[in-house]
């Protein structure tokens, strides 16, 4: 029995030395877990007895449970490593085959899709060409094509005229003479092309008729008179009550569709289109003001750019992948999905930092990372392995000294039996 009981030792000591020995190698492997070996004792026992050897018969590894707590979050120089801050696994596409990971080390490969190191494709929410994120899960990828231009359809102004300005006498309305309008402001607008057009509006007080004060606005774009005809016909009258408060035009308050402006190019000839469904663009002026305060231009914005190229990449703490281009713009290619076991410590490791789904782990549950349970993305980074160092070399001497404790009782046993076989 001391042979058995003194081999069972042996071959528990030496499980327990390799699975130190493969913590301390992986010391240094992003999104590695460790590994400690979990031991039982032996005891003879039969059908519906526990036996009736008081001695037992030695020990044996009941199993090798992995560790999944939280490794050390590194900074690189890549924007897409990726760590994740809290619970929950990649999920990637190994060729059909569903593996979890938490190494985040990704780049992409020649179609664009986002890659680790062994080529297994990212899973996460596909967005749809204009940016929005859906709830189909798939294979990210990361288009190099050009942002497509877009015309400008709005263009919102949010400005103060100054009430104590007097009305003008100067008459007619010409953009080079300052005597006939008060005030102007300009900004840049685009057409379907992507080509860049000055729109300028004049603010010229007029005597009021139909309210308590009232401004005539003269729009041109590339110094041609828009939603008019001549300077003696404003683009729209801009009436305001006693508090300084537009109170026309309506019907939305505010807003004056511009509807006959074409794109031309510096040669007069038609270069791109301007209108869509309805006008060519809104000029919103809903939150223009009135009062006795210098004019001011407090926030001036449209919608449209011209087209650009792919210049970076952002990734939130959400997992949502942005793609910044030459043109200022900004889009969402996709959103990293996590998944989460109700038994984390079923699933079965697979190699390659990754493990898979089994009966005892349960089915993946999939998610958006910083929701619910799951953690956030740390973007340029990646998680360290969680191995304890200098823990794992203290359990590699107590593993030898367990060796060699288990080969001394096979060595003493083998003694005894010696001594017995030489009596005569």
Do not use: C
């Not at 840049?188 to 308590?212: C, W």
């Not at 390659?352 to 993305?377: C, H, K, M, N, Y």
């Not at 590699?396 to 003493?412: D, G, S, V, W």
Request: glycine share 12%; proline share 4%.
């Amino acid at each position: 029995m001391a042979f058995n009981t003194g081999l069972s030792g042996l071959r528990a000591a030496a499980v327990d030395l390799d699975v130190t020995g493969n913590n301390i190698a992986n010391a240094s492997t992003v999104g590695f877990k460790s590994s400690r070996v979990q031991f039982g004792d032996l005891y003879a026992n039969g059908f519906l007895s526990s036996g009736s050897a008081p001695v037992g018969d030695g020990v044996r590894v009941q199993s090798v449970k992995q560790s999944f707590g939280q490794g050390n979050i590194s900074f690189t120089d890549s924007g897409l490593d990726l760590a994740i801050d809290g619970d929950g696994f990649f999920e990637l596409n190994n060729g059909g085959e569903k593996r979890y990971s938490r190494a985040g080390q990704f780049g992409t490969d020649k179609d664009g899709f986002v890659v680790n190191n062994q080529n297994m494709r990212l899973q996460g929410y596909i967005a749809d060409a204009a940016g929005n994120l859906s709830g189909r899960t798939g294979d990210l990828q990361i288009g190099s094509d050009n942002l497509s231009p877009q015309r400008t359809t709005d263009l919102r102004t949010d400005l103060n005229l100054d009430a104590r300005e007097q009305v003008l006498t100067a008459t007619p309305f010409d953009p080079l003479n300052p005597g006939t309008y008060n005030h102007v402001t300009a900004t840049t607008i685009f057409d379907s092309l992507g080509n860049p057009h000055e729109a300028t509006q004049f603010y010229a007080k007029r005597t009021p008729v139909n309210a308590d004060s009232e401004w005539s606005l003269y729009v041109q774009i590339d110094g041609e008179y828009v939603g008019n005809t001549d300077a003696a016909n404003p683009t729209a009258i801009l009436e305001f009550d006693q508090n300084g408060n537009l109170t026309a035009p309506t019907n939305p308050l505010g807003t004056i569709p511009i509807s006959d402006w074409t794109p031309v190019d510096q040669n007069g000839v038609a270069n791109g289109a301007a209108t869509g469904a309805g006008a060519a663009f809104n000029l919103d002026l809903g939150s223009t003001t009135q009062y006795g305060a210098n004019f001011g231009v407090n926030d001036q914005r449209q919608n449209g750019y011209t087209t650009g190229r792919l210049s970076g990449l952002d990734v939130s703490q959400q997992g949502v992948i942005f793609a910044r281009y030459t043109n200022g713009q900004s889009k969402s290619l996709g959103q990293v999905a996590l998944a989460s076991f109700n038994n984390t410590d079923g699933l079965s490791p697979s190699g390659d930092t990754s493990w898979v789904e089994t009966f005892e782990s349960g089915q993946p549950i999939i998610g958006r990372p910083d929701t619910g349970t799951l953690g956030a993305i740390q973007a340029s980074s990646v998680e360290e392995s969680n191995v304890d160092l200098s823990a794992e070399l203290v359990n590699l001497i107590i593993a030898q000294r367990n060796y060699q404790a288990n080969a001394k009782t096979i060595e003493t046993s083998d003694a005894v039996t010696q001594t017995i076989i030489n009596l005569r």
